[in-house]
């Protein structure tokens, strides 16, 4: 698209203009498909240059694949998300955008850009998903990615003659040492150390090991979010004094996301971890 748009764009004779000032081209129309609104999911192929200069171009930042975001309310009129709205999967098209209506939103735009100049964004619109169809395939995606790191797990049991507990939710724990008094509470501050390995017992942190560089107990309100799902529910098993062993699927560690190298997307983590204080 971007090469019709080199000799095309330059004249208005395709664009249009909606009623809040934003130009717009309609390069190809695929007929049908669902229009996004403001909180759909998109994923597109997108240019933005401004004359010819290119900022940015997704195929080159993201290995020829489409980005993907949320799409937010106009930020002002005119707005390049308005001419979102205005197409269905498949579908090309060219928006332009004034920079002086960008500057007037406390942008600061580049020293060899004019306030006359437009912002050009050349888009392929690959596909919109609702809010409720992103949840739907999620939780699929963790239904599935929770069976096969349960068999993962069994298998690993097995090969090392454990048999931890399990939690509904697909937690596995085994208590090496039983601490005293009562479990630890949510909204409660909770004070350990451990060590988290991954299933095949690569160390990715610990605060007892010099090398990680934070050796100091750390603390942490239990129950609030502060930390990964499986900690929040396998701490809460404990109480003051105790240590465990915890097996956390990815659902309940990081899922698709990769915090790291050390940490690839649906890693199964493993928590040794001992509870030194709770208040």
Same mark, same amino acid.
């Given at each position: 698209?971007?090469?019709?748009?080199?000799?095309?764009?330059?004249?208005?004779?395709?664009? %249009?203009?909606? %009623?809040?000032?934003?130009?717009?081209?309609?390069?190809?129309?695929?007929?049908?498909? %669902?229009?996004?609104?403001?909180?759909?999911?998109?994923?597109?192929?997108?240019?933005?240059?401004?004359?010819?200069?290119?900022?940015?171009?997704?195929?080159?930042?993201?290995?020829?694949?489409?980005?993907?975001?949320? *799409?937010?309310?106009?930020?002002?009129? &005119?707005?390049?998300?308005?001419?979102?709205? *205005?197409?269905?999967?498949?579908?090309?098209?060219?928006?332009?955008?004034?920079?002086?209506?960008?500057?007037?939103?406390?942008?600061?735009?580049?020293?060899?850009?004019?306030?006359?100049?437009? *912002?050009?964004?050349?888009?392929?619109?690959?596909?919109?998903?609702?809010?409720?169809?992103?949840? %739907?395939?999620?939780?699929?995606?963790? #239904?599935?990615?929770?069976?096969?790191?349960?068999?993962?797990?069994?298998?690993?049991?097995?090969?090392?003659?454990?048999?931890?507990?399990?939690?509904?939710?697909?937690?596995?724990?085994?208590?090496?040492?039983?601490?005293?008094?009562?479990?630890?509470?949510?909204?409660?501050?909770?004070?350990?150390?451990?060590?988290?390995?991954?299933?095949?017992?690569?160390?990715?942190?610990?605060?007892?090991?010099?090398?990680?560089?934070?050796?100091?107990?750390?603390?942490?309100?239990?129950?609030? &979010?502060?930390?990964?799902?499986?900690?929040?529910?396998?701490?809460?098993?404990?109480?003051? &004094? @105790?240590? #465990?062993?915890?097996?956390?699927?990815?659902?309940? #560690?990081?899922?698709?996301? @990769?915090?790291?190298?050390?940490?690839?997307?649906?890693?199964?983590?493993?928590?040794?971890?001992?509870?030194?204080?709770?208040?």
């Amino acid at each position: 698209m971007s090469v019709v748009c080199l000799s095309a764009c330059n004249s208005n004779g395709g664009f %249009k203009t909606t %009623k809040d000032g934003l130009e717009y081209w309609i390069v190809k129309d695929v007929k049908g498909g %669902k229009s996004p609104v403001v909180g759909d999911l998109v994923e597109m192929h997108i240019i933005t240059r401004v004359g010819d200069s290119i900022l940015f171009d997704s195929r080159k930042m993201n290995n020829e694949q489409p980005v993907q975001f949320p *799409l937010a309310p106009p930020a002002f009129k &005119g707005d390049m998300s308005e001419g979102f709205a *205005l197409m269905t999967p498949g579908d090309s098209a060219v928006l332009r955008v004034s920079l002086d209506s960008i500057r007037k939103t406390g942008a600061q735009l580049l020293p060899w850009m004019k306030p006359t100049d437009k *912002l050009q964004y050349e888009v392929v619109l690959v596909s919109v998903k609702s809010q409720q169809e992103v949840e %739907k395939e999620r939780a699929e995606a963790s #239904a599935q990615h929770l069976q096969t790191d349960d068999q993962l797990l069994r298998d690993y049991f097995a090969k090392n003659n454990l048999a931890p507990a399990k939690t509904a939710s697909g937690l596995y724990y085994l208590i090496e040492k039983e601490g005293a008094g009562e479990v630890a509470k949510a909204g409660q501050q909770v004070t350990v150390n451990y060590t988290g390995t991954t299933l095949g017992g690569n160390v990715f942190d610990s605060n007892l090991d010099p090398k990680f560089n934070h050796v100091e107990p750390f603390t942490f309100p239990l129950g609030q &979010g502060a930390v990964i799902p499986g900690w929040d529910e396998g701490v809460a098993l404990l109480k003051k &004094g @105790s240590k #465990a062993k915890l097996f956390i699927p990815s659902t309940l #560690a990081y899922g698709a996301q @990769s915090p790291g190298p050390e940490i690839p997307a649906y890693s199964i983590l493993v928590f040794d971890v001992e509870v030194t204080d709770v208040k």
